[in-house]
Structures are given as C-alpha cells and as structure tokens.
C-alpha cells in the first residue's frame, strides 16, 4: 500500500519543484505565471499529504509535521492569492490552529533534541526544529493579525502570498536537494554545490520581499493579480 503513496509522493515533489522554477521564471501576473502557481499548488499538496502519510507509517514524527507545515503555507498562501483585500473566512481560524498546533510540536522535538545526550533526532539537529518552529509560530502571528483586523490589505496581502509560497517550496528544494542527497552523485556531494538550490527560494523569497515592501512594484502586481478566478503566485 505504501508504494502507490511513494510513487504520488516523488511524482508531486518533481512536478512541485519544476513547476515552482516555472513560477518564479515568469512575469509576475502574466497567464503563464498563475498556470505554473497553481501547478505548483497542487503537486504540493499531494507532496505534503503523502509525505507526511509516509512519515506516520514510519513513526517519524518530526517529517509529519514538516509535512502538515508545508501544506498549510502553501494552503494559506494559494488562499490569500486568491481573495481580495479584506476576506476573511471561517477557514482562516481552522489555520491558525494548525499553525500553533505545529509549531509547539517542532519546538517541543527542538528542545528534546537540544537536552539529549544521543545527538540529533533522525540526523535533525536541534537548530532546524527552532528555525521550523519558529517560522510556524510567527505564520500564526500573522493569522492573529490578520483576523483582528479584519483581513490583509495591499501590500501587507501580496506578502504575505509571496513569502508563503517561497517558503513552502524552499521545504520542497530542501527535502530534495539536503534530505535526499543519496540519489546524487558522490562527487556532486562532495562539493557542497547541493546546498545553492535547496536555499535558493530562500533568497529569492527576501529579494521578493524586499521589492514589494520597499518598492512601487506591489500595485503592478496587485492589478495583474485579481482577475476573475485567478491567482497571483509567488
């Protein structure tokens, strides 16, 4: 049973990884870029799910949790795409809990492994539980925020998509590039090279940030971003 799940698992995370180059290759707002976010969208869902399934089968706690993470940024942020300033909806508090929920399981794994005399948790070190546990925290922060005002407006909406989505593809590129480093060569290994594209999303999700926030670029994107139906990715 658990090879067709294996099988949805790698097909989602190559489609997730192609398609979210794809994504973060083209215009933001043009046609080709909204196919490739919600191409991206899907195929992480099903990378997420079966993931994490995977994970529970195995009693490896920690990557469900990795998992239930990635489909809640990538959820939340397809989400905000999608509404206009303002929106708000009954799912919003559904996420907030599964946020808060996540990041006090990582964090609780993080300082487990931080007090322990046997090293890191299956290879995981005490530093990368903090990191994800802190990033699902403040993911509930703005949750918070957003549902006592009442929704996200302008650029504070656009952000929040775009760090969403980066974020949850940089869990993509890392799972693959760093956690999966046995299907690569041993030379390609050695040379540390592997670390550059499970990073990248990292800083291209700060260039992003920084130029939507600091820039006059939120208001194209926000116009390209809200046609009927649509959805502005990444």
């Known amino acids: 049973m658990r090879l067709p799940i294996l099988v949805l698992h790698i097909c989602a995370g190559i489609l997730g990884l192609l398609s979210g180059a794809a994504a973060l290759s083209f215009r933001k707002g043009c046609r080709w ?14 990378m997420s799910t079966a993931g994490a399934y995977l994970a529970f089968m195995k009693h490896q706690m920690n990557n469900v949790f990795g998992g239930v993470l990635a489909f809640y940024l990538v959820t939340t942020a397809w989400a905000t795409g999608r509404r206009r300033d303002g929106e708000t909806s ?27 005399r046997t090293g890191p948790k299956d290879g995981i070190p005490a530093g990368m539980y903090f990191f994800l546990g802190s990033v699902a925290l403040l993911s509930a922060a703005g949750d918070v925020r957003m549902l006592v005002r009442g929704g996200v407006f302008g650029v504070h909406r656009i952000a929040r998509h775009l760090w969403r989505m980066c974020f949850s593809l940089f869990i993509a590129t890392g799972s693959f ?19 550059l594209p499970a990073i990248l999303p990292l800083i291209l999700l700060i260039f992003w940030l920084c130029r939507v926030r600091f820039t006059n670029v939120h208001s194209t994107l926000e116009g390209a971003g809200q046609p009927s139906g649509g959805v502005m990715n990444l």
């Not at 870029?33 to 869902?45: E, I, K, Q």
């Not at 590039?177 to 670390?195: A, E, I």
């Open 33 to 46: 870029h909204r196919v490739a976010g919600n191409v991206f969208f899907v195929s992480m869902l099903g």
């Open 177 to 195: 590039f760093l956690g999966q480093q046995q299907v690569f060569p041993h030379w390609l290994r050695k040379t540390k090279v592997l670390f």
């Open 90 to 116: 009954i799912f919003d508090w559904g996420a907030l809990l599964v946020a808060l929920a996540v990041g006090a399981i990582i964090l609780t794994y993080g300082f487990e492994v931080a007090n322990s």
